[in-house]
């Protein structure tokens, strides 16, 4: 197996890992975030009835304009804070964090 394929794996093999811990509710939706090479997107996600409450990424609407010209980093904080007001918007203060595989820090 070459370097790329065994690191995706191994993120894999990861995510699996905390998947079996983490688990959302209506309450306590799990927070879901993927990073792709050029955007970030963020969901709340329901488990026990398997549906998406919130979805948020680089690419709504409302943050195109905001987004432009910034640094990823600038809009993961910015994709963020949008996601956390939507998110009290309709009445969700507490998420679990699903890390995806990825290191937190």
């Not at 894999?12 to 688990?23: A, D, E, N, P, T």
């Not at 432009?68 to 963020?80: D, F, H, L, R």
């Not at 939507?86 to 964090?97: H, S, Y």
């Amino acid at each position: 197996m070459d370097r790329i394929k065994e690191k995706r794996f191994k993120r894999i093999r990861r995510h699996l890992r905390v998947r079996k811990k983490v688990f959302g509710t209506a309450q306590k939706p799990r927070l879901s975030v993927y990073r792709s090479l050029k955007h970030i997107y963020g969901q709340l996600i329901d488990d026990t009835r398997g549906v998406t409450l919130l979805a948020v990424s680089s690419l709504t609407k409302d943050l195109r304009e905001q987004l432009k010209g910034k640094k990823k980093t600038e809009q993961a904080m910015i994709v963020g804070e949008y996601l956390g007001k939507k998110a009290l918007e309709k009445g969700i203060t507490e998420v679990v964090f699903d890390r995806g595989g990825f290191l937190y820090h």
